[in-house]
């Protein structure tokens, strides 16, 4: 389940940038920026609730083990941004 919710955060992710440059065009449906949100939300959620059980950090095809302390801290920074962002937007943070 995680690798598939990996490979549809990465389509919609594309989906989202492009969004800031075809915003503008008539039509154009935003539900693909909501859906990678939604998307960063939930895998930003599932690393930090890995790193707090103290359980290997499972990010699709990859396993960071318990042992990589630098790299778990590093990856669980990515996740609190991953969580944040959407926040970020729902507030107007971001346009």
Do not use: H, N, Q
């Amino acid at each position: 389940m995680r690798k598939i919710l990996l490979i549809l955060g990465v389509v919609t992710c594309a989906m989202s940038v492009s969004s800031f440059f075809w915003s503008d065009v008539e039509g154009y449906d935003s539900i693909g920026s909501v859906l990678a949100l939604m998307i960063m939300l939930v895998l930003g959620a599932s690393v930090l609730i890995e790193y707090l059980l103290d359980k290997p950090l499972l990010l699709g095809f990859i396993e960071i083990p318990i042992g990589a302390t630098g790299f778990r801290e590093l990856l669980v920074c990515a996740g609190f941004a991953f969580m944040a962002l959407p926040l970020l937007i729902a507030l107007g943070v971001y346009d």
